[in-house]
């Protein structure tokens, strides 16, 4: 069959590279589209300029090159409806509706369904208005946690240890600091813990577990300076072990999926659950309704099970036939390597050097990259490669990732050395 996959992250690459390896795509005449892709992506689909915002635009395409399947990596065509679109015209697309997306386009609609649903997350009051949201500030002592409700790339979060930098934070999202998504604003309880994620798939009615990890969003070393997409991640994540995985699914996302499906909002394709792990157990700190970024990456790595055949069973409505997705027990390790001056900054343009195998467990994923005139490699964003190993474990996966690093030519770019620092400690110890 042939697939068409959205976006042009390394998350996206990462989904490439799987996907090329799917026996949906096994056929001789089976293609695999990106739109837009990278020089990455490149490697494994043909790259074609699609609008995703036009939606006509892409129902068109997957007309005209009986697309059997749609894959929709980032969010905001999620929020914005695509794969609505691409249901009412019969193509099978992996991805929530618009509807079942407000989980991750909405922190006031999740907080409102944990509620319903008494799925443990941090207390909260939403507000409309500076006096209702400076009213609800005195219901919680600091650290002060303030979220603009929409999508604002990860930055729409804002914590602060005084109640007077938390009127002025509020001020600030009022007056438009995150544009249309502050236009509410959710106060909420402050969480003690470890952070981890969890994945899950599922088609609206059965759900299956689909890996664990943990990212470092923090730019600096030590977790230190402005948070950003992601400066690397691991898994699995042992934090997350066995019975700490069975409350997540049994308190958290089982009971999410089985909401808003008998509320008429049946919830399809990846449902990402960052958690705090509290002494009272895992909490909901929210949720994303794509795959994580670089959090895909190292769940990519580490699928045995056809990518390809499980996104097509959830988006056909068939997962219980599917089975267990399997993972291998190794660890996968990324470590993002960014352009100088990201995140406010990142400068483009800066000449990147490959080394020319890409052996030995390591496979770099482009983010932000592209081809100069004369065909070079170059960075164009803020992350821009993805350099990922696998291991026994996270010291060897991390050791193997940073000697892949140093192999890499990338004068104008940076990257922490530090990625999987207490996984690390702990095997130490
Ligand atoms: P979010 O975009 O909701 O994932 O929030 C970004 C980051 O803010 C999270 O990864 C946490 O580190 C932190 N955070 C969000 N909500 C809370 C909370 N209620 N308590 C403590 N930390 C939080
Ligand atoms: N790495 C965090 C995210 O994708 O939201």
Request: aromatic letters at 6%; charged letters at 25%.
């Amino acid at each position: 069959m042939n697939i068409l996959l959205l976006g042009s992250g390394g998350r996206e690459h990462a989904l490439a590279w799987k996907l090329a390896q799917s026996r949906l795509l096994a056929g001789d005449g089976d293609r695999l589209f990106a739109a837009p892709g990278n020089p990455g992506i490149a490697d494994h689909a043909e790259c074609v300029t699609l609008d995703a915002g036009d939606h006509d635009a892409v129902v068109s395409f997957c007309r005209d090159n009986s697309i059997g399947l749609v894959v929709i990596g980032p969010e905001a065509p999620l929020v914005d409806g695509l794969a609505d679109s691409l249901r009412t015209a019969d193509i099978p697309v992996f991805g929530p509706s618009k509807q079942a997306a407000q989980l991750e386009g909405s922190k006031g609609f999740t907080k409102d369904l944990c509620e319903r649903a008494g799925i443990p997350t941090a207390r909260y009051m939403r507000a409309t208005s500076l006096e209702d949201a400076w009213g609800a500030l005195k219901m919680f002592d600091a650290p002060f946690v303030l979220k603009a409700d929409g999508l604002a790339a990860g930055k729409g979060v804002v914590i602060v240890a005084t109640r007077e930098e938390a009127q002025e934070a509020v001020r600030d999202m009022f007056d438009g600091r995150f544009g249309s998504a502050g236009a509410e604003v959710v106060v909420e309880e402050f969480l003690e813990g470890e952070e981890a994620s969890f994945f899950a798939l599922t088609d609206g009615k059965t759900i299956v577990p689909f890996g664990t990890a943990q990212d470092h969003k923090r730019v600096g070393e030590g977790d230190t300076g402005p948070n950003t997409g992601g400066m690397g991640a691991y898994s699995p994540a042992p934090v997350l072990d066995e019975k700490l995985r069975g409350r997540a699914m049994a308190e958290i996302v089982e009971p999410t999926v089985a909401t808003m499906a008998s509320e008429g909002m049946a919830y399809s394709g990846v449902l990402y659950a960052g958690l705090m792990l509290t002494e009272a157990g895992p909490k909901l700190i929210e949720y994303n309704c794509r795959f994580g970024d670089p959090e895909c990456q190292v769940l990519m790595m580490r699928l045995e099970s056809d990518l390809g055949e499980a996104m097509l069973a959830c988006a056909q409505g068939r997962l219980h036939d599917y089975g267990q997705p399997q993972f291998s027990d190794s660890t996968a390790l990324t470590v993002v390597m960014a352009a100088h001056g990201y995140p406010d900054a990142p400068e483009k343009g800066g000449a990147i050097t490959l080394a020319p195998d890409g052996a030995g467990g390591v496979t770099v994923f482009h983010a932000g990259t592209a081809r100069g005139e004369d065909g070079s490699l170059v960075s164009a964003g803020g992350r821009v490669l993805n350099v990922t190993a696998t291991g026994a474990n996270v010291t060897q996966a991390q050791k193997a990732a940073y000697a892949a690093v140093d192999r890499i030519e990338f004068p104008t770019g940076f990257c922490r050395r530090d990625i999987g620092w207490r996984e690390v400690e702990r095997e130490r110890a």
